[in-house]
């Protein structure tokens, strides 16, 4: 957004019309060259087949990220390699015993966004089978989704909040209150019990499975229990502010506001380089590009939901978060596979920090479709 005689109007800033079409350039060529594999981290410049893990979280990813492209450009280069990645994550989707609750990441993306985008019933099908079994984890004591399998059944982390989307989709598209009650539900309890007062939020909180009371909060991906890892924040901003958009309550919007106020006080100490946990020691320094990315979306949708006159802040802040990525952790090559660099999947996990993955670039490009006014909106 951009300042005009004292009002904020919408317009696209130049830098984010150049990064679009060097992103899009970019992905015309990497597309035939990665194929049926599905990517994750890129190794020696190129993406390699994470397909083989076939229950990994972020396996659904790339199908949105070509479902993104095709949505701006409408080129069948776009969406027939993404439907193609759909008949890949088939195997697990019918395979079931290792899917957790990031089925709503996976099939949001390989299955609803195609339906949305092209009426495909198979899309709508491999949707409505995420939902059914993201419904099937739900607790009815604790009122939560259990989020991981291996015998944790009272965990429940942050990210949920973006995978209860597909609830409320399958919600509108049956016109069965039944998912959308769960997903509030959840959403509710996570209100209650991951957001702090000053607006941080635990990744991990553990459940009792049999009374619903809190029982832990064990150590996630940030630095330890306590302490504030961006991601998960990110997560929070996102998610509670698509609660709002999908329920209209006030208290999703209201919670999602918090967080951001957090993220953004937070993100200007470091000049909107993003760290990977705000409370970690100051040194050494890890960055998360991919928790800056998701941020942004965050905001700008808060940018469009809160009041006129609070719509700058969240909008002004997503856009030096935006800038900043753009700026200093972009990488346009054709040669290489992977635009966003600087993500880090777990403060101490050292062979995934500071490096391209593939939900980087999705967020990156999701926030800059939002700046183009693109109607999509696949959550």
């Given at each position: ?88 994550l088939d195997e697990p989707l019918h395979g079931f015993v290792g899917l957790h609750h990031d089925v709503g990441f996976e099939w949001l993306h390989a299955g609803v966004a195609d339906y949305r985008l092209t009426g495909s019933e198979a899309g709508k099908t491999r949707g409505l089978i ?186 002004d802040g997503a856009l030096r978060l935006l800038q900043r990525l753009t700026d200093r952790h972009t990488d346009f090559d054709p040669a290489t596979d992977g635009i966003l660099q600087g993500a880090t999947a777990m403060y101490h996990s050292a062979h995934e920090r500071e490096v391209n ?23």
């Amino acid at each position: 957004m951009k300042k005009e005689n004292g009002h904020y109007i919408d317009a696209t800033p130049a830098w984010a019309v150049s990064a679009w079409d060097q992103a899009l350039a970019k992905y015309r060529v990497m597309v035939p060259r990665i194929g049926t594999k599905i990517p994750y981290i890129p190794e020696n410049g190129r993406y390699t087949d994470k397909g083989e893990d076939e229950y990994w979280w972020t396996n659904g990813f790339y199908a949105g990220v070509l479902w993104e492209l095709y949505a701006a450009t409408q080129d069948k280069l776009f969406s027939n390699a993404a439907q193609q990645q759909a008949v890949r994550l088939d195997e697990p989707l019918h395979g079931f015993v290792g899917l957790h609750h990031d089925v709503g990441f996976e099939w949001l993306h390989a299955g609803v966004a195609d339906y949305r985008l092209t009426g495909s019933e198979a899309g709508k099908t491999r949707g409505l089978i995420a939902a059914n079994i993201l419904a099937g984890r739900y607790n009815p004591t604790g009122r939560y989704l259990v989020s991981w399998n291996e015998n944790r059944p009272g965990w429940v982390i942050i990210d949920s909040l973006m995978n209860i989307n597909i609830l409320y989709w399958a919600s509108e598209e049956t016109e069965d209150p039944r998912f959308k009650q769960m997903a509030m539900n959840h959403a509710d309890t996570v209100l209650a019990n991951h957001l702090r007062p000053d607006g941080s939020v635990y990744h991990i909180v553990a459940f009792d499975p049999t009374t619903g009371a809190v029982a832990d909060h064990p150590q996630g991906q940030g630095y330890a229990p306590e302490s504030a890892w961006t991601r998960g924040q990110a997560w929070a901003i996102y998610g509670f502010a698509l609660s709002y958009l999908h329920t209209g309550e006030d208290r999703y919007l209201e919670a999602a506001k918090r967080v951001a106020h957090y993220f953004l006080a937070n993100a200007a100490e470091n000049d909107y380089d993003v760290v990977v946990d705000f409370r970690a020691p100051q040194e050494p320094v890890y960055t998360d590009t991919s928790a800056a990315a998701i941020a942004v979306n965050g905001l700008l949708l808060l940018g469009r939901l809160t009041p006129t006159g609070e719509q700058p802040l969240y909008r002004d802040g997503a856009l030096r978060l935006l800038q900043r990525l753009t700026d200093r952790h972009t990488d346009f090559d054709p040669a290489t596979d992977g635009i966003l660099q600087g993500a880090t999947a777990m403060y101490h996990s050292a062979h995934e920090r500071e490096v391209n993955m593939i939900y980087a670039d999705f967020f990156y490009l999701e926030a800059l479709t939002k700046l183009r006014n693109e109607p999509f909106l696949i959550w």
